[in-house]
């Protein structure tokens, strides 16, 4: 199909592992929009990767950053942006999300998001003693907030990415 006018960019929130990146590209690719990624911008921005800022600079810093970007993001041509798993947490972060987009809840149960995040070390927060109570927590604090976002899709262990673009698009 021919490219779509969005009136408003999609941005997907949600815990690490949900699939935010993976999905908002393959629904960029469907749509013929533009795909926007907050962490891969902090990234290229600072010439660093997201657990060397956390590691030199700090959360506060990098929080500071993700809300810099996502302003910006938002300010451009409307597609689909992919946030970092803390973003929607921050009042500043939702209310720039509800004015510029429609935010979008990838919902992933505890032990998908497990298994697929366990593996990697990419994640700075999840460098603790024990990860899995980390991320539980998270998650668990987290929910209520995600439950705010305008949209959600919930996701099944069966679901390819390509039906999770689907789905939200359906949203
Ligand atoms: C974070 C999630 C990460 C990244 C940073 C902090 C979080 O993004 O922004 O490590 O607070 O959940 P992903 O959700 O893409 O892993």
């Not at 997907?12 to 960029?28: I, Q």
């Not at 990860?131 to 949209?151: G, H, I, K, N, W």
Request: proline fraction near 4%; glycine fraction near 6%.
């Amino acid at each position: 199909p021919e490219q779509w006018k969005l009136k408003k960019t999609v941005v997907l929130v949600g815990m690490m592992g949900a699939g935010k990146t993976a999905v908002g590209k393959a629904l960029a690719v469907a749509l013929h929009v533009p795909f926007l990624d907050s962490d891969a911008e902090i990234e290229r921005a600072a010439n660093m990767s997201i657990a060397e800022i956390f590691e030199r600079d700090g959360e506060a810093f990098f929080r500071d950053r993700e809300t810099q970007v996502i302003d910006r993001l938002l300010a451009d041509e409307c597609g689909v942006l992919s946030t970092g798993g803390g973003a929607f947490l921050a009042q500043r972060n939702r209310e720039l999300i509800s004015r510029k987009g429609v935010s979008v809840w990838l919902k992933v149960d505890l032990p998908i998001l497990w298994s697929r995040v366990k593996h990697k070390d990419t994640r700075p927060l999840l460098r603790t003693a024990n990860p899995y109570s980390t991320l539980r927590d998270l998650f668990d604090a987290r929910v209520p907030v995600y439950e705010q976002a305008d949209l959600s899709v919930e996701a099944r262990a069966d679901y390819t990415i390509e039906t999770m673009a689907g789905k939200v698009l359906e949203a």
